[in-house]
């Protein structure tokens, strides 16, 4: 029996070929959207002189006792770089950067 020429199996691949893997185009913007994220959160934090994401010991003024907690951005929506002030949230207590009378940053 006589192998048709064009049987998948004949053909001839190189060696490189099989270590390129196609690239997922959504995978990079991913990659980009979360790089200007980060970078973002840095402008804030930078700006506003917090550290956001992370869990923090803080008082705030006129507020008995301590908070402890992940500070997180009272928002989804960054504040335009010109804000003065941004609003931050500890659990489900809200405040004003403004507020923050100390804060510490926690190991986790």
Same mark, same amino acid.
């Given at each position: 029996?006589?192998?048709? +020429?064009?049987?998948?199996?004949? @053909?001839?691949?190189?060696?490189?070929?099989?270590?390129?893997? +196609?690239?997922?185009?959504?995978?990079?913007?991913?990659?980009?959207?979360?790089? /200007?994220?980060?970078?973002? @959160? &840095?402008?804030?934090?930078?700006?506003?002189?917090?550290?956001?994401?992370?869990?923090?010991?803080?008082?705030?003024? !006129?507020?008995?006792? #301590?908070?402890? !907690?992940?500070?997180?951005?009272?928002?989804?929506?960054?504040?335009?770089?010109?804000?003065?002030?941004?609003?931050?949230?500890?659990?489900? #207590?809200? @405040?004003?950067?403004?507020?923050?009378?100390?804060? &510490?940053?926690? /190991?986790?």
């Amino acid at each position: 029996m006589e192998q048709d +020429p064009k049987n998948q199996l004949d @053909f001839n691949f190189a060696a490189d070929d099989l270590l390129e893997f +196609p690239r997922d185009l959504g995978e990079e913007g991913w990659f980009q959207f979360t790089n /200007e994220q980060k970078a973002a @959160f &840095q402008r804030v934090e930078d700006k506003f002189h917090i550290v956001l994401n992370q869990r923090v010991r803080m008082r705030l003024r !006129g507020r008995e006792g #301590v908070l402890v !907690g992940k500070l997180v951005l009272d928002s989804l929506v960054l504040p335009p770089p010109t804000a003065e002030t941004i609003r931050l949230r500890i659990g489900n #207590v809200a @405040f004003e950067n403004t507020d923050i009378d100390d804060f &510490q940053p926690l /190991e986790d």
